[in-house]
Nanobody, 114 residues
Framework: QVQLVESGGGLVQPGGSLRLSCVAS????????MGWYRQAPGKQRELVAR???????DYADSVKGRFTISRDNAKNMVYLQMNSLKPEDTAVYYC????????WGQGTQVTVSL
């Protein structure tokens, strides 16, 4: 059974930074690509960053140049470094497979506000 646990969210001012973490269990982590999704109030969940099992990454246009996804296969973890945060980045952030999502974790809330 796959379990995903996200952490690292919080309240930050515009222009600030946060680093999100996700630990995965129940999978052979280094065989899977991973992604970070977000869901803002009243909006559909969207994929904002993904990384292959060979560390090739790509990003949604809305976060390109500001967010960086990375992974540590030894720890079964994936990270999202978020810089230059904007109010429109406010959302609940989730990690999951970018191809065929498993059961969702609880997510971590990111709020960008003065």
């Amino acid at each position: 059974q796959v379990q995903l646990v996200e952490s690292g969210g919080g309240l930050v001012q515009p222009g600030g930074s946060l680093r999100l973490s996700c630990v995965a269990s129940g999978i052979i982590f280094n065989m899977h690509g991973m992604g970070w999704y977000r869901q803002a109030p009243g909006k559909q969940r969207e994929l904002v960053a993904r990384i292959t099992n060979r560390d090739s990454a790509d990003y949604a246009d809305s976060v390109k140049g500001r967010f960086t996804i990375s992974r540590d296969n030894a720890k079964n973890m994936v990270y999202l470094q978020m810089n230059s945060l904007k109010p429109e980045d406010t959302a609940v952030y989730y990690c999951n497979s970018p191809i065929k999502p498993w059961a969702w974790g609880q997510g971590t809330q990111v709020t960008v506000s003065l």
